[in-house]
């Protein structure tokens, strides 16, 4: 005898709409966007598991844990290496962001940072998933890809809709750890600056993680300002991430 067929509610399309725009989501920020508690973000993730509508995996990307077994998305016995994520299956990725988006499964070497943005868009944006409020890298790598037939341009972690002035876009980067080397940090600023310039965006909202990180995006800043001629650049705020997060309730 088949199982019945799983009809999901409206919170629960949502919150899937909302995944996909952003690739996927780690259990933690699962539970946060649900915000009914841990036990009703587990069970959307077994129904939507059960459905074939979404994949269950875990990402070891040196997150310290404890991890424990899950009887529900571990396999007997397993002993557990980082932290559970879910993503929606090709074709309902497919549904929610019209276009095919291939393949894709959760990198150890991006998890963190895909974790942090979605933690950011929930903080700014909470689950609003209109993509002129917020147009998430996804969504932006296929317009920009589509639109310049470049794939080599860069492309910021999301673009943002100023609350104040809904004419106004601001691109969003997120900063979890330095790059260092050979100016690496100020050629990526100046290559954020300028693809916000490029499309028309009034400028760069930057979220760091960490005091040293601050200092040193700062000290990029100011290098390049002096490289244009100008005292500070007008088209860049550096915020603190966490600071960010918490005042917002996210963290």
Excluded at 45 to 58: I, N, T
Aim: net charge neutral; proline share 5%.
């Amino acid at each position: 005898m088949s199982e019945p067929e799983i009809r999901l509610q409206a919170w629960e399309t949502h919150i899937e709409e909302f995944g996909t725009q952003q690739y996927g989501l780690s259990f933690d920020t699962l539970i946060k966007a649900v915000g009914k508690g841990p036990r009703a973000a587990h069970k959307l993730a077994r129904r939507l598991k059960k459905s074939g509508r979404a994949h269950v995996v875990r990402i070891d990307y040196g997150s310290p844990g404890p991890w424990r077994n899950s009887k529900n998305f571990d396999e007997p016995g397993a002993a557990p290496h980082g932290p559970l994520w879910m993503f929606a299956d090709r074709q309902i990725a497919w549904g929610y962001l019209e276009f095919d988006p291939g393949e894709w499964h959760p990198k150890a070497s991006t998890a963190a940072h895909l974790t942090a943005v979605t933690e950011l868009r929930l903080a700014l944006t909470g689950l609003d998933t209109d993509p002129q409020v917020w147009t998430s890298e996804r969504l932006l790598r296929r317009r920009l890809k589509t639109e310049s037939g470049l794939a080599g341009i860069h492309i910021h972690d999301a673009w943002f809709q100023d609350f104040a002035d809904p004419d106004k876009v601001w691109a969003v980067e997120v900063e979890l750890s330095r790059k260092f080397g050979d100016g690496r940090l100020t050629r990526s600023l100046s290559a954020a600056l300028e693809a916000a310039e490029r499309n028309d965006l009034c400028g760069v909202l930057y979220f760091v993680r960490g005091d040293g990180l601050r200092r040193a995006v700062e000290g990029a800043a100011t290098r390049l300002a002096h490289q244009r001629n100008l005292d500070r650049l007008p088209n860049l705020e550096i915020h603190d991430l966490d600071a960010t997060l918490a005042r917002k309730g996210v963290r």
